[in-house]
């Protein structure tokens, strides 16, 4: 058997409690990616196709409907994330953070982030203690960023 990577993208619409399923356009061929939320796109990095390993970004618009690859992967000279999948990504305001994964070759403990206004990369630097390299884990938000405008009240723990 051989191994199978899906590059199929579909939106799944509720209407009249029925799901329907709707197949968008296709965008890279990929396993052990990361996708995030970002305004109106959906923002991919990284991951393998079975052959080679990835540190490009691409974005998908879905008020158009298309793919457009934001940023290659250090093929501009600048600094980047060596390829790597099955790292963990969250999204913090208009940027991408990325920690750890791996490839054939290494597993990795680095932290980097992404402007997606302006499509550059910046390793983070780790204060106290890190965890080691690592690849097939998860990373998530506990506290929504707050929208522009919009105040979050402090909470603080009671007492009971």
Known sequence: STNKHADELLALTFETNRATVVRLP???????????????HLVVFGGTDGKDYHNDCWLFDTKANRW???HKGGDDGSAAPLPRAYHSSILKNDAIIVFGGGNRDIEFADCWELNLTTCQWKRLQMH????RPRKGHTACINKPSPSPGRQVPATTPHEE
């Open 26 to 40: 296709s965008g890279p061929c990929r396993q052990g990616h990361t996708m995030v939320v970002w305004k109106e």
């Open 68 to 70: 457009l690859r934001k």
């Open 128 to 131: 106290g203690p890190c965890p």
